[in-house]
């Protein structure tokens, strides 16, 4: 934060507490942020009578056979008849709760096109989001590219091919020294001379690019 204190004219730098009062801002800012896609995307989440650490009120949505044994589990909870766990869940909640899978990109993306989930402010990282590759899309690219009913037959292991001309006339590409076209990969392992040199030329112009490689 210094430098940040110097650009804007505090020669004296930040207070001791600065630090203090962002770190807590900042897990304020993503523990929002976590709950608004947790709210958006998951659903049957503990009860408001618990202490699993989402306080009263968050949000999810509950389908009425989960709520109705919720409510009955938390009835026989005040008398003693349920105990919780060491998270403070109630046996129902605890069975959602490993049912439950771990946040992904997919939510998130779910979560930013429903609202704006408090990151209004960094519309790089939204954008970034919304329109990177989604999970799984580049590992089953082949399946994702072809209709119903077409497989795919599988990478020839050598295509055949024939250079054409821009006019499409079949004519022979010369490179720019007058040599013919040859693959790229073959022009490392072929020698090659230019009009008007010998082999010695050759070898001479090897040593010199060799003396200037040399260390020292």
């Known amino acids: 934060m210094l430098p940040f ?20 801002a900042t897990e304020t800012f993503i523990k929002e942020v ?31 056979k989960y709520k109705k044994q919720l409510a009955k589990e938390e ?38 096109d429903m609202t704006e989930c408090g990151m209004a402010n960094y519309p790089i990282i939204v954008r970034s989001a919304l329109e990177n590759y989604r999970e799984g899309e580049l590992e089953g690219w082949d399946e994702h590219t072809f209709l119903d009913g ?19 006339q079949m004519n022979e590409m010369k490179m720019p020294n007058g040599i013919g076209y040859v693959e790229p990969m ?16 050759g070898e001479f112009l090897d040593n010199v690019l060799d003396s200037c490689l040399t260390i020292g």
């Open 75 to 112: 009835e026989a909870f005040q008398r003693g008849e349920v105990t919780r766990d060491k998270s403070g869940l109630l046996p129902i909640e605890a069975k959602k709760a490993s049912e439950r899978g771990p946040l992904g990109m997919g939510d998130l993306r779910v979560a930013l």
């Open 34 to 64: 976590m709950s608004t896609i947790f709210s958006a995307t998951r659903s049957n989440g503990p009860g408001e009578s618990g202490n699993a650490g989402f306080g009263p009120g968050g949000g999810w949505v509950m389908t009425h």
């Open 150 to 168: 077409y497989e795919f037959a599988g990478q020839p292991e050598k295509m055949d091919y024939e250079v054409v001309a821009v006019n499409g």
């Open 186 to 201: 073959d022009i490392d392992s072929e020698d090659f001379s230019w009009e008007g040199a010998d082999p010695t030329d």
């Open 5 to 24: 204190c110097y650009e804007a004219g505090l020669v004296s730098g930040n207070a001791p507490d600065t630090a203090h009062l962002m770190l807590v």
